[in-house]
């Protein structure tokens, strides 16, 4: 997903020219569409405009920005899950050929 990176490392998913941080003039980043859950949240109000039951995850991209995703499953800090955008919104779901005790495959 393309969003955008300054020097003092404040990294976002969104298109900005200006850190909101420091007030230099930021750089266009592409980041991967996975990260691990820093934490998690579980929701009893569904959101609006959604009908499934949704939970909140806090999930942080390896060297970038960290999300708000919603998720429809449970989800554990640490899990790495496949980041998407729908309609603005991020959603995450935890990757299934993979546990929680697996390092990350070496990327080539
Ligand atoms: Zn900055």
Redesign the pocket.
Known sequence: MKGSK???R?ATTSQRRV?P??G?MMKPAEWPDEGKVLTFTRLHAIPAGLKDPYNLALVAIENGPKLICWTSGILNENDSVTIVEQKGNMFCSSRPDQTSELKDPVKA
């Open positions: 300054c020097r003092c404040y850190c941080r420091c230099k």
